[in-house]
């Protein structure tokens, strides 16, 4: 079983930065793909970014505000968010896809979620 824990969340002003971090622990073999998506109230819950290798995929309402990045060595990732605005305000979710070990079916985690409130 995969774990996947967030961190990271709070409350921040129009046009300030957060960043949030995620790690992955238990039986990993490897991991595929890890992204973070967002679900503000009232709305499904979309993507904002993802990190597979080297490649990354941003939302366009995040793009040349947010960067993700991973370290495979500790199964984590983080995503910088900066100049942020109040159309940001959501939990945040990291789902981290992989194999458990070689051969398995794949898993897909998720973590319960941080909560970014962007107010003044």
């Known amino acids: 079983q995969v774990q996947v824990v967030e961190s990271g969340g709070g409350l921040v002003q129009p046009g300030g930065s957060l960043r949030l971090s995620c790690v992955a622990s238990?039986?990993?073999?490897?991991?595929?793909?890890q992204g973070w998506f967002r679900q503000a109230p009232g709305k499904e819950r979309e993507l904002v970014a993802v990190?597979?290798?080297?490649?990354?995929h941003y939302a366009d309402s995040v793009k040349g505000r947010f960067t993700i990045s991973r370290d495979n060595a500790r199964n984590s990732v983080s995503l910088q968010m900066n100049s942020l605005e109040f159309e940001d305000t959501a939990v945040y979710y990291c789902?981290?896809?992989?194999?458990?070990?070689?051969?398995?079916?794949?898993?897909?985690?998720w973590g319960q979620g941080t909560q970014v409130t962007v107010s003044s």
């Open positions: 789902n981290t896809k992989g194999l458990w070990r070689f051969g398995s079916p794949p898993f897909d985690s």
């Open positions: 238990g039986t990993i073999f490897n991991i595929a793909l």
């Open positions: 990190i597979t290798g080297d490649r990354t």
